[in-house]
């Protein structure tokens, strides 16, 4: 019965204010550094996966019209690492601040959508997808706005 009244204290203590938001705030640091290691590697994979099909597309492709038919799926590889690196750029963001930067998280809302709309297959997208596109954009282009307007000003 000792053990277990001994057992009970000890997670009384650990569950303290103090100590247990001391633990949270080490578990989120914790997880947020495999986060950005894992972005990074998502990073090296897409400039990996751009640069083997660029290579492919200039050497191997027919010599009239290099990148003809792909450049849109160029531009698409291209926004992936900048996304990526949005999102890293959030994460690392939240490792010094210990906050969520929402313009930064509506920057990168706003990259992935204009990725979407360079990469859009206008023989396959119905005007539903359309509409839902152009909804999108302006509650983004409208929340960035008020963002901007209601942060306080940075002198960076």
């Known amino acids: 019965m000792g053990r277990l009244k001994r057992l009970s204290q000890a997670m009384g203590r650990a569950l303290e204010n103090g100590n247990f938001l001391r633990l949270t705030s080490d578990v989120e640091r914790w997880v947020s550094k495999v986060l ?21 597309e200039l050497f191997y492709a027919q010599p009239i019209g290099r990148f ?7 531009f698409g590889l291209f926004l992936n690492v900048l996304i990526a690196f949005e999102i890293l750029e959030n994460i690392t963001a939240y490792l010094k601040h210990h906050v969520v930067q929402a313009e930064l998280v ?34 983004l282009a409208i929340s960035y706005w008020i963002v901007r307007k209601v942060a306080p000003k940075n002198n960076h």
């Open 36 to 56: 950005a290691l894992a972005m990074l590697i998502v990073i090296f994979a897409s400039v990996f996966e751009l640069i083997t099909f660029m290579v492919t």
């Open 68 to 74: 003809g038919g792909t450049l849109f799926a160029t």
């Open 106 to 139: 509506i920057v990168t809302s706003l990259i992935a959508v204009a990725r979407k709309i360079i990469i859009l297959d206008l023989e396959k997208t119905t005007g539903v997808d359309l509409i839902a596109l152009a909804a999108a954009i302006l509650a």
